[in-house]
T-cell receptor, first 114, second 113 residues
């Protein structure tokens, strides 16, 4: 079965600094990749997704992620964070041919420091 | 607006009681899911359903039950057999088939008192 690893459980960063949240998955089969953001007491909101094509994917709120097949990674980046980016971020993977199975990482808590 | 509606947002359960969390979607999605979220543990799959009148157990199905009588509805019952039910519960749905995106409701907090 697929597994998803988010290497950093907590990431503090100063406002207007860049940030990278790391995500690695286990299987090298054809995959679809997602990043979600969760604000306190709310559901998960889709930030961006990679299905095929260009390995650099742009999402909402200025975030982007790069799919690296050889390293089985899908790291999330933002060049300049805002206070409002403080939230929990989840990486998710689904595999081609497995229907609707989704695998989630354990999340990374991003705290933006003023 | 299209989306997933969970209710209630907050629910309190007494020991030994069954409670049901509602989940309704108007996205015309075939697949629906229930996840449990505890602090620091991410999301854990309770049950999922890919079609009406059919559902499968996830990783932590014990003490929970579901039904899927209509495409748009997937209620979750937390039974008295669930010994530690206090958690945040998330309902989700997706299009059938590979590459479909999973979308989430706003979640429901269940607290045992």
């Amino acid at each position: 079965a697929q597994s998803v690893t988010q290497l950093d459980s907590q990431v503090p960063v100063f406002e207007e600094a860049p940030v990278e949240l790391r995500c690695n998955y286990s299987s090298s089969v054809s995959v679809y990749l997602f990043w979600y953001v969760q604000y306190p007491n709310q559901g998960l909101q889709l930030l961006l997704k990679y299905l095929s094509g260009s390995t650099l994917v742009k999402g909402i709120n200025g975030f982007e992620a790069e799919f690296n097949k050889s390293q089985t990674s899908f790291h999330l980046r933002k060049p300049s964070v805002h206070i409002s980016d403080t939230a929990e971020y989840f990486c998710a993977v689904s595999e081609a041919g497995t229907g609707n199975q989704f695998y989630f990482g354990t999340g990374t808590s991003l705290t933006v420091i003023p | 607006d299209g989306g997933i509606t969970q209710s209630p947002k907050y629910l309190f359960r007494k020991e030994g009681q069954n409670v049901t969390l509602s989940c309704e979607q108007n996205l015309n999605h075939d697949a629906m899911y229930w996840y449990r979220q505890d602090p620091g543990q991410g999301l854990r799959l309770i049950y999922y359903s890919q079609i009406v009148n059919d559902f499968q157990k996830g990783d932590i199905a014990e003490g929970y039950s579901v039904s899927r009588e209509k495409k748009e509805s997937f209620p979750l019952t937390v039974t008295s057999a669930q010994k530690n039910p206090t958690a945040f519960y998330l309902c989700a749905s997706s299009i059938e088939g590979a590459g479909g995106t999973i979308y989430f409701g706003e979640g429901s907090w269940l607290t045992v008192v």
